[in-house]
């Protein structure tokens, strides 16, 4: 089950339940995974991820970066008006309301544009981290209010620039990827194991997301994992 509150509030918004449904439809595995969080942290973990993924698919899908890179600065404006109380896009009823840093997060979402060609040329993930670092730093802080607001807020909570680059690579494309640089640049980056920090819907996340890298290394292809593979990877991060 996920959280009864966001379940009630996406009955009765069917916009809110058309962005958490794009997200589930991309991460099925999600659904037997959950079982390792909180029943009242799932609806929150739902609605943060699917908001990454809004800002992902809009920095880089298409060929023409202009439509995305609009919606970008419609989401600064956004998130800006969450930081004052205002909210207009469905996503906002669930998460609005929580005091994370929507604010400085506005300010750090232009670095999705800055690596867009570099990412889409399937470029070495290394030099493109600084540019993400300060990105990674506040997404990681928004999940510690989110997701873990019993943790200190200045307590150390590792920014990972892991997260962005798996979803680079684990996006279903709509216009076709040639294989073979998809293929070294997931080997690449499923080289080095994510590293175990952050809340456990995070930890959770980022072992099926590793799970799925490896399949891409080994074939060229985004899918899901199988649901034992899930229940493994999910239940061994969450006992991190």
Request: include cysteine; glycine fraction near 4%.
């Amino acid at each position: 089950m996920n959280d009864p509150a966001v379940n009630d509030m996406s009955a009765l918004d069917p916009a809110l339940e058309d962005f958490l449904g794009k997200w589930r439809g991309r991460w099925p595995e999600w659904r037997i995974a959950q079982v390792f969080v909180a029943e009242s942290e799932r609806g929150t973990a739902e609605a943060w991820f699917a908001l990454l993924q809004e800002w992902t698919d809009a920095a880089w899908a298409g060929d023409d970066p202009t439509p995305g890179f609009a919606k970008l600065a419609w989401w600064q404006e956004e998130l800006s008006g969450w930081s004052k109380g205002l909210r207009r896009h469905p996503l906002g009823r669930v998460l609005q309301k929580r005091p994370a840093p929507w604010a400085t997060l506005a300010v750090a979402l232009p670095a999705l544009q800055a690596v867009r060609e570099p990412l889409r040329a399937w470029a070495p993930p290394q030099p493109l981290t600084a540019q993400l670092q300060p990105l990674a730093a506040v997404i990681a802080d928004c999940e510690r209010v989110l997701l873990s607001p019993e943790v200190a807020s200045d307590a150390a909570h590792q920014a990972d620039t892991f997260l962005l680059f798996a979803m680079h690579a684990l996006w279903h494309r709509d216009e076709p990827a040639d294989a073979q640089p998809m293929q070294a640049w997931a080997r690449q980056l499923a080289s080095t194991a994510p590293q175990r920090a952050g809340t456990r819907p995070r930890r959770i996340h980022d072992a099926l997301s590793h799970a799925r890298l490896r399949r891409v290394a080994a074939a060229g292809e985004v899918s899901a994992l199988s649901p034992a593979v899930a229940l493994w990877r999910a239940w061994r991060a969450a006992r991190v």
